[in-house]
């Protein structure tokens, strides 16, 4: 008989002993069992080794998104904001420019008003301005602003409205327009107050304020061109200002373009 070859099985020996001392137990795996639970032991690890990579990369890329997102918003309100400003300055330098075209136009139309007036004093029978009962070099003569400082004419002189009125701006005076004698310091049911100056060449100036003022002068007092009949002390005070030659209202501008 041919001998027996027997082959030799590895195996290892497990042993669970109780901490009491009862229900020990004895197992006996082979190798290849072992071997199997220590591959499977090792890709349970890497799987789980894998699933954290994958879960702390997700974090990175979603925080990353995040914060891309939040500098790509304040970029886009950053931009919005130079743009909302970027309209603002477009739309005031619209407005300055239009601006800039009323003052002109309303400088031809002061300029055609006069040319108008003084067509229209002409063929009236009147005088022009340089021969109507004096010149600008005559101290008497009512060329003068009737106010010191800044005043915008709101309302132009006309058959209806024989004066003009003036809004003042700032705060300044009521000044006498001429050298003359105050004949009138009163009021009436539409001016709070009214001094009229006789200039004595034919020439009356009225200086009428619906508001409330206290006046500087007296009647029959004696005053140069510029002096001080009122003091304005606040302001949007309105003046109307009246010129009368020879018994008839005409336009102030008139008199105060023989000045200039």
Known sequence: MKPRKHRHKESFSVLLISNTGQNTRHFHVSGFCMRLITVFVLLVCGAFGW???EYTSSNEITGNYVNASESTDEEEAFLEQLA???RLIQQLEEERDALSRRNDDLVSENKALLAAAKTNMGSNGASTVGDIGGTEDDPAYPSRYPYSTTGEVSEKYSESHPYVSIDTQD???VVAAGSGTITMIGSDDTYALIIEIEHGNGYRTRYMLPQSAE??????AQVQAGT???LIDTNNVQLDY???YEEKPIDPLIVFEAKG
Not at 215 to 220: R, T, V, Y
Request: net charge negative; glycine share 10%.
């Open 171 to 173: 705060e300044g005076d």
């Open 215 to 220: 006046p500087l002068q007296e009647k029959g």
């Open 84 to 86: 909302e400003q970027e």
């Open 228 to 230: 001080t009949l009122v």
């Open 242 to 244: 009246q010129v009368i």
């Open 51 to 53: 699933l954290i990579y």
